[in-house]
T-cell receptor
Framework: DGGITQSPKYLFRKEGQNVTLSCEQNLNHDAMYWYRQDPGQGLRLIYYSQIVNDFQKGDIAEGYSVSREKKESFPLTVTSAQKNPTAFYLC?????????????FGSGTQLSVL | GQNIDQPTEMTATEGAIVQINCTYQTSGFNGLFWYQQHAGEAPTFLSYNVLDGLEEKGRFSSFLSRSKGYSYLLLKELQMKDSASYLCAVSANTDKLIFGTGTRLQVFP
């Protein structure tokens, strides 16, 4: 089955700790995205990548980092510099937005601070 | 700047019809998406409009007016399972999808 997989489902972070959220897709999509969602809010873009070894900052990139070493994988690291990391994190992929293709979403990771 | 506006919350009765509006101001326009999201779950795709007019898909329809920067999602024969958030998103000549804050719909018996 093709799809996009996020892990873990739930993650807890201690003060001063970096944590990494995994996102893997086997849809052969070029573009991948990370969004953050706070309770009762819409999706805000953290980082996105159109091609391997290249990525761009979204609207709220501070305190986060990403890598795109493989087409299938786009991990997100929440660093200790992110002072309010508690949120629902969604990874998504698409063949290409400019050609009218939709975003496919993973099932999300709920990150909480201990 | 880029701005997408939707009502924050709406309520409706089972079996009724509800219209969720979305207005947008963006630099360029490729198309408009509607997604449904149940609490704690990923958004699921509902519709995509690129040309003016109404797109019908079962109980759900979506309308677009590019000249007015306006879209709506129409849900007919409401069911309890339609209680969810509905997200309007615009693809605007970039490689990013811009989301509104979402409309939380509650359906009552």
């Amino acid at each position: 089955d093709g799809g996009i997989t996020q892990s873990p489902k739930y993650l807890f972070r201690k003060e001063g700790q970096n944590v990494t959220l995994s996102c893997e897709q086997n849809l052969n999509h070029d573009a991948m995205y990370w969004y953050r969602q706070d309770p009762g809010q819409g999706l805000r873009l953290i980082y996105y990548s159109q091609i391997v070894n290249d990525f761009q900052k979204g609207d709220i990139a501070e305190g986060y980092s990403v890598s795109r070493e493989k087409k299938e994988s786009f991990p997100l690291t929440v660093t200790s510099a992110q002072k309010n990391p508690t949120a629902f994190y969604l990874c998504a992929s698409t063949p290409g937005l400019r050609s009218g293709e939709k975003l496919f979403f993973g099932s999300g990771t709920q990150l909480s601070v201990l | 700047g880029q701005n997408i506006d939707q009502p924050t919350e709406m309520t409706a009765t089972e079996g009724a019809i509800v219209q969720i509006n979305c207005t947008y101001q963006t630099s360029g326009f490729n198309g408009l998406f509607w997604y449904q999201q149940h609490a704690g779950e990923a958004p699921t795709f509902l519709s995509y409009n690129v040309l003016d007019g109404l797109e019908e898909k079962g109980r759900f329809s979506s309308f677009l007016s590019r000249s007015k920067g306006y879209s709506y999602l129409l849900l007919k024969e409401l069911q309890m399972k339609d209680s969810a958030s509905y997200l309007c998103a615009v693809s605007a000549n970039t490689d990013k999808l811009i989301f509104g804050t979402g409309t939380r719909l509650q359906v009552f018996p």
